[in-house]
């Protein structure tokens, strides 16, 4: 494979090396629309740094809402560095295999490349924290259940929107992993496996 098949000078950083396992973009708005907690990669100069949290995507708009605290990591890097990438994704089962390159899970993942900014309109902070609120908790109603965010309320979070420059998605949902003939099978059992951690 040549050394700039990933270069994002060169190539879209959406470009996946598998075309069977690609997915188009009404899968992937739906894995958005339905996924729990996005993992959110921000950076300080050449320092990394991953945040889990929970997050809207917003259709008409076509961007990803989440918040964090007034001040710190998360805000400091954006502010600093606006350019994020984040991935949301589902898995099933573990998947063993007689061959040790072959053992794999069942997965659906989507990553988002993209440009993030804090929102200061206090109509948007309120529509997006309205929209976060909606998706986990779609029985309870703001100014019923939920107190209205009133702008003290707004004073302290960061709340942010992901311009989507590129995304893809991907999926590898096989029922075994491929094995080899070149060791004896595997027990029925385990091809059926259930992980359990260990302590």
């Not at 598998?18 to 708005?29: F, Q």
């Not at 053992?103 to 902070?125: E, H, I, K, M, N």
């Not at 976060?132 to 702008?151: C, H, N, T, W």
């Not at 998605?169 to 080899?180: P, R, S, Y």
Request: aromatic fraction near 12%; hydrophobic fraction near 40%; glycine fraction near 4%.
């Amino acid at each position: 494979m040549p050394l700039d098949y990933y270069d994002p000078q060169q190539h879209s950083p959406a470009r996946q090396r598998r075309p069977a396992n690609r997915r188009d973009d009404a899968w992937i708005a739906a894995l958005l629309k339905r996924g729990e907690i996005a993992h959110i990669a921000t950076r300080w100069e050449e320092q990394l740094f991953q945040t889990p949290t929970s997050f809207w995507y917003d259709a008409d708009n076509h961007t990803v809402i989440f918040h964090s605290n007034i001040a710190g990591r998360v805000r400091a890097n954006i502010e600093r560095h606006p350019g994020v990438c984040l991935e949301v994704s589902e898995y099933g089962r573990f998947l063993a295999s007689n061959d040790p390159l072959e053992a794999s899970v069942q997965y659906r993942s989507v990553v988002v490349f993209g440009t993030a900014r804090v929102l200061v309109d206090p109509d948007a902070q309120r529509r997006a924290l309205a929209g976060l609120l909606a998706k986990y908790f779609p029985q309870l109603e703001l100014g019923r259940e939920i107190m209205p965010i009133s702008d003290a309320a707004l004073a302290r979070t960061s709340v942010y929107a992901v311009a989507i420059d590129a995304w893809s998605g991907k999926e590898n949902w096989a029922e075994t992993a491929d094995q080899t003939d070149a060791w004896p099978a595997l027990e029925e059992r385990w091809l059926k496996f259930e992980f359990t951690p260990v302590d």
